[in-house]
């Protein structure tokens, strides 16, 4: 289901040309393939060029377990 539209998004990470709405789409994949890591790397990626969204990537850490990760 996801196979095609993962492709450009790929692409654009081996270009280095990835953007915020990529990250997002891909978290989005991610989670729906139970792909937990690639969606906390997507979150941080994110949170990286945001600083809002630091708060979601602690709470998606808190969810996993990772309590000394989401405290940072």
Known sequence: QHALSIIPI???E???STSPSDWE???QICMDL???DC???QYSN???VDGKLYARLGLF???REKYE???K
């Open 10 to 12: 790929k692409v654009r």
């Open 14 to 16: 081996v270009l280095g």
């Open 25 to 27: 789409q891909k978290a």
């Open 34 to 36: 139970k792909r937990y």
């Open 39 to 41: 969606v906390e790397q």
């Open 46 to 48: 994110s949170a990286k």
């Open 61 to 63: 850490q808190m969810q």
């Open 69 to 71: 990760e989401a405290a």
